[in-house]
C-alpha cells in the first residue's frame, strides 16, 4: 500500500507548506524560501539574518542586515560578500569574488563542436590519429572518404596523438550496410578510453550478442539501459563523459565514471569501471596507469565508418576568469 500511498502523501506536503508558509506571511512573519516556517513565531528573533528570498534578490521583508551585496552598474545584485560559508570551498554562498565559468559558443546544431572543442575529425584528414605498435607512432593508414572514414579492415586501431584524461566526446559511426555477419562479428568497432576501457560499437540493429557486448555497453561490464540503435548504414552519435580513474601509487582512489548518450538518449549514466574491459578469464582489475592516455578507435575487421569526433578537455570549475 505504500507505493500508492507515498505519491499522494508527497503531492500534499508542499500544499500544506505552501499554505502555512502563506498564513505566517499574511501574520507579519517571515518565510525563507528555502526552510520551513518555524511552528512557534515566538522562536523567531527580530534580529534574524534574512535569506535572499528570491533568487538574486535582497531579502524583502525583515530588518536590514548587511549581506555585503554587491551590485552593477545598472543596480542589480551580482554578488555578495557576507552570506554563509560553503562548506568544503573557499566560497560563500552567492559569492561577488568566485570566478565565472567561461563563456564558450555552443554548436548551432545538436552535435556541431563547441567553441573550445578538439576536433578530432572534420571531415577531411587523420592528422590528429596515430596507428601505434611497440610504442611508435605512424600514420594512420584508414581510408578517409568524402566526410568520414572507414576503419582500417585489418589494418590495427589507431589512437590520438594526444592524450587525454577527463573528457566529453562526441563521436558520429555508422556501421556496414548491409548489414553482415552474426553477434560480435557485425559492424565491431569500439570506442576505447586511455587505450582501457571501451564503450563497445556494434551493429545492435536486431542483432542478438551478449548484453554486455552490444552497442553502448561497457564492455563486459554494463549492458546499456536500453538499445537505441540505428539501422545498418545510418549515421548514430555516442555523447560520452569520461572521468578518468584515480590513483595514488597502486591504490585505485576513484574509478573511472562513463556517461553515454546514445543517439540522443541517456543509455550509461555514471557507471564506475571496474577495471580495463579486455579481460574475459578475469576480474576486471585496475593496474595504476598516466593521468592522461590517447583515445583508441579499435579495428575489428569490419569497415564502421566515423565521422564528426570532437572532445572537450573537463578542467573543472573555478578556474581563473578569462582574459
Ligand atoms: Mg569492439
Do not use: C
Not at 507579519?28 to 534578490?57: E, F, L
Not at 563547441?114 to 572534420?122: E, G
Not at 552490444?214 to 540503435?229: K, R, T
Not at 593521468?291 to 583508441?296: D, G, I, R, W
Request: proline share 10%.
Amino acid at each position: 500500500m505504500m507505493r500508492f500511498t507515498r505519491p499522494a502523501f508527497g503531492r500534499i506536503v508542499p500544499v500544506i507548506l505552501g499554505a502555512t508558509a502563506a498564513f505566517w506571511l499574511g501574520a507579519g512573519g517571515r518565510a525563507s524560501s528555502a526552510q520551513a516556517p518555524t511552528p512557534t513565531p515566538a522562536t523567531q528573533t527580530p534580529s534574524a539574518p534574512a535569506a535572499p528570498a528570491r533568487q538574486g534578490q535582497p531579502a524583502a521583508r525583515g530588518p536590514a542586515v548587511d549581506q555585503g551585496a554587491v551590485r552593477d552598474a545598472n543596480g542589480a545584485i551580482i554578488g555578495y560578500t557576507k552570506l554563509a560559508e560553503i562548506p568544503g570551498t573557499q566560497w560563500r554562498i552567492h559569492d561577488a569574488s568566485r570566478p565565472h565559468p567561461h563563456v564558450i559558443t555552443p554548436g548551432a546544431t545538436v552535435g556541431a563542436p563547441p567553441s573550445d572543442a578538439i576536433i578530432l575529425f572534420d571531415g577531411k584528414d587523420l592528422s590528429r590519429w596515430a596507428h601505434s605498435q611497440n610504442g611508435q607512432l605512424t600514420d594512420a593508414p584508414w581510408p578517409v572518404h568524402d566526410g568520414y572514414f572507414e576503419t582500417g579492415a585489418g589494418s590495427g586501431s589507431i589512437v590520438t596523438r594526444e592524450k587525454f584524461g577527463d573528457v566529453q566526446l562526441h563521436v558520429e559511426f555508422a556501421t556496414p550496410s548491409p548489414g553482415r555477419g552474426f553477434s560480435q562479428d557485425r559492424g565491431n568497432s569500439g570506442v576505447i578510453f586511455m587505450g582501457r576501457y571501451e564503450v563497445q560499437v556494434l551493429d545492435s540493429y536486431e542483432n542478438v550478442t551478449y548484453a554486455d557486448g552490444q552497442a553502448a555497453a561497457i564492455y563486459g561490464e554494463y549492458p546499456p539501459l536500453v538499445n537505441a540503435a540505428r539501422k545498418p548504414g545510418e549515421w548514430q552519435t555516442y555523447d560520452i563523459v569520461f572521468e578518468a580513474p584515480k590513483f595514488n601509487g597502486t591504490m585505485v582512489t576513484s574509478p573511472a565514471y562513463v556517461t553515454v548518450f546514445w543517439n540522443g538518449v541517456l543509455v550509461q549514466n555514471r557507471r564506475p569501471v571496474m577495471g580495463p574491459t579486455s579481460a574475459t578469464m578475469t576480474v576486471h582489475q585496475y593496474t595504476p596507469h598516466e593521468a592522461e592516455l590517447p583515445l583508441t578507435l579499435q579495428d575489428h575487421a569490419h569497415p564502421v565508418r566515423y565521422r564528426n569526433i570532437w572532445i572537450r578537455r573537463l578542467a573543472g570549475i573555478d578556474l581563473p576568469e578569462q582574459k
